[in-house]
């Protein structure tokens, strides 16, 4: 049985039917004898329309803050992934990049990531489980929430198949 780690792009998420079809995929990838992580991006232009919106609020969003805004948007497909492969019959975890032991610096908004516990994911994939992470994030020693820039996502998956020893990291970005 070989370990995939997956990463899907916002452009894959974009709306339910694509969100169903991304997990389709990872439900096939599963099906053929692998344990699977998917990391996901925010979907569609979602990052854009936060950054948006902490604009009309504030002429200059602290850092911190914006951080833990901008993470709620791969926090959604995540969750979202995870409950269409659960309506289709299969064992899910979603894990934010906290829960998924990846672990960075203190530069919000272009955080670098300082370690990796795969711990909880080995754990997950070791019940039988599909693992969803939410890209892009991590956490500092001090438990604040940081993002690791645009386009990140990438890098988080990475991360996880050198972290994890993956067979493969497959990068998606339109699905």
């Known amino acids: 049985m070989a370990l995939v780690v997956q990463k899907y792009g916002g452009s894959s998420l974009a709306d339910a039917e694509m969100i169903k079809n991304v997990a ?63 309506s289709s019959g299969y064992q899910v975890i979603s894990l934010s990049g906290s829960q998924a032991g990846i672990q960075t610096d203190t530069s919000f908004g272009m955080a670098r990531i300082a370690g990796l516990d795969p711990e909880r994911i080995m754990r997950e994939l070791s019940a039988g489980n599909i693992v969803i992470v939410a890209g892009f994030q991590g956490i500092t020693d001090d438990l604040d ?11 988080t998956a990475i991360a996880l198949a050198a972290g994890l020893g993956a067979a493969r990291c497959e990068v998606y970005t339109d699905v």
Not at 41 to 70: F, H, K, N, Y
Not at 145 to 155: C, K, M, Q, V, Y
């Open 24 to 86: 389709r995929r990872v439900a096939a990838c599963h099906d053929a004898d692998n344990q699977v992580v998917a990391v996901v991006s925010a979907m569609g232009d979602t990052t854009d329309r936060l950054i948006e919106l902490a604009a009309q609020v504030s002429d200059r969003p602290e850092p911190r803050g914006l951080d833990v805004l901008l993470s709620t948007g791969e926090l959604k497909s995540c969750a979202l992934l995870a409950m269409a492969l659960h």
């Open 145 to 155: 929430i940081t993002t690791l820039g645009r386009g990140a996502s990438d890098i």
